[in-house]
């Protein structure tokens, strides 16, 4: 695995996110060596669809402008609907996109990235009932395992999980593409 211990990577969630697919890559960056700070829309801890609870660092209001290494944006339909609707995580995401700084969707994380209009022209993948949203915001959306696409990883499912944790701390050690 590569070296990430001078990286700070954000997690962006709320309640209601895939368990798995906060935790697995939480913990896959930091024995890598980072710094995680969870991000979400209040303070206190959110809960994932399974009942895992994960403390907040700070919320999006408070992370606005906030310069991170990478992003690691968790599934569950529940989460991925309500954060897309968070003008702040929605400002945070697209202005580290637009920064190319590597970026991790898995599931349907992928909302918040049509929300943040960072779609057109990439290549992505995600849980298979998104092809159609993903598509009409501009991508070119396949049916794969994991896709990294200019430093733009995604994954489809849980069962993605091992390739998607891979490749996201690849990304994030290499930095701005």
Do not use: Y
Not at 73 to 99: C, F, Q, S, W, Y
Not at 104 to 133: M, N, Q, Y
């Amino acid at each position: 695995m590569s070296e990430l211990s001078n990286r700070t990577i954000a997690v962006i969630a709320t309640d209601g996110f895939e368990d798995s697919e906060l935790t697995s890559p939480l913990e896959a960056v930091k024995a890598a060596g980072a710094t995680v700070k969870v991000i979400s829309t209040e303070s206190g801890s959110i809960e994932g669809k399974n009942g895992t609870t994960v403390d907040v660092d700070m919320t999006t209001e408070q992370a606005k402008g906030e310069n991170f290494d990478g992003i690691i944006l968790p599934g569950g339909t529940g989460n991925a609907d309500a954060i897309r609707m968070d003008d702040n995580a929605v400002a945070i995401v697209k202005a580290h996109v637009e920064a190319d700084k590597p970026l991790g969707a898995i599931c349907h994380a992928a909302w918040l990235l049509t929300e943040a209009d960072v779609l057109k022209g990439r290549t992505i993948t995600s849980f298979p009932s998104l092809k159609t949203d993903l598509t009409n915001a501009g991508a070119d959306w396949v049916d794969e395992e994991v896709v990294c696409d200019q430093g733009l990883v995604s994954s489809r499912t849980p069962k993605d999980l091992p390739a998607f944790n891979e490749k996201i701390i690849e990304e994030f050690a290499e930095g701005e593409h």
